[in-house]
T-cell receptor, first 111, second 115 residues
Framework: SQQGEEDPQALSIQEGENATMNCSYK?????LQWYRQNSGRGLVHLIL?????REKHSGRLRVTLDTSKKSSSLLITASRAADTASYFC???????????FGAGTILRVKS | DTEVTQTPKHLVMGMTNKKSLKCEQH?????MYWYKQKAKKPPELMFV?????LSINESVPSRFSPECPNSSLLNLHLHALQPEDSALYLC??????WGTGRSYPFGQGTRLTVV
């Protein structure tokens, strides 16, 4: 079953601009992760934020988590054409081995 | 070695064929996963093996048969598939489970086409 919902479904921006993607989920989580997928190939892990964290940075990526609203956002700053991909949030529940993915955002960065 | 390796990368099979997908990791992880991803959709969990035992089967049809011969290897045996089973099949592994707050790599996937 799908836990996370993402918006927007698709985003088109110019190179150099910032891209923000949002993810909402329904149940209690242990952590939330963001993945990138190029051209329908394997998933590349970007960043993980634990339920007791509010913000995390990694290079040009900034992730926030609001557990009271059950939502997260991924900000990519100074986007590049190479950032063009699908981005998925995924939630890990506290017990068990399930990682449930959101619907994904398709990002297109135009050069 | 921090990779999950899947073979083959592409597979075309007829509806009467029997084929297998293979997934391998050498990170000492004790949980391994199969996900199915249809075009323009998110990955959906199929099976989870924990310590070489099947721990989760997400009501997957019996024409998909998973196998975990040892802690490094995960197979997915395919038999009598339907065209709607065409998808990207992804494998992943983790130390103990996603709830530990750790993140682990996915393989590059096998693109399966059923004709």
């Amino acid at each position: 079953s799908q836990q996370g919902e993402e918006d927007p479904q698709a985003l088109s921006i110019q190179e150099g601009e910032n891209a923000t993607m949002n993810c909402s989920y329904k149940t209690s989580i242990n952590n939330l992760q963001w993945y990138r997928q190029n051209s329908g190939r394997g998933l590349v892990h970007l960043i993980l934020i634990r339920s007791n964290e509010r913000e995390k940075h990694s290079g040009r990526l900034r992730v926030t988590l609001d557990t009271s609203k059950k939502s997260s956002s991924l900000l990519i700053t100074a986007s590049r054409a190479a950032d063009t991909a699908s981005y998925f949030c995924a939630t890990g529940v506290e017990y068990g081995n399930k990682l449930v993915f959101g619907a994904g955002t398709i990002l297109r960065v135009k050069s | 070695d921090t990779e999950v390796t899947q073979t083959p990368k592409h597979l075309v099979m007829g509806m009467t064929n029997k084929k297998s997908l293979k997934c391998e990791q050498h990170m000492g992880h004790r949980a391994m996963y199969w996900y199915k991803q249809k075009a323009k959709k998110p990955p959906e969990l199929m099976f989870v093996y924990s310590y070489e035992k099947l721990s989760i089967n997400e009501s997957v049809p019996s024409r998909f048969s998973p196998e975990c011969p040892n802690s490094s290897l995960l197979n997915l045996h395919l038999h009598a598939l339907q065209p709607e089973d065409s998808a990207l099949y992804l494998c992943a592994s983790s130390q103990e489970g996603w709830g530990t707050g750790r993140s682990y790599p996915f393989g590059q996937g096998t693109r399966l086409t059923v004709v």
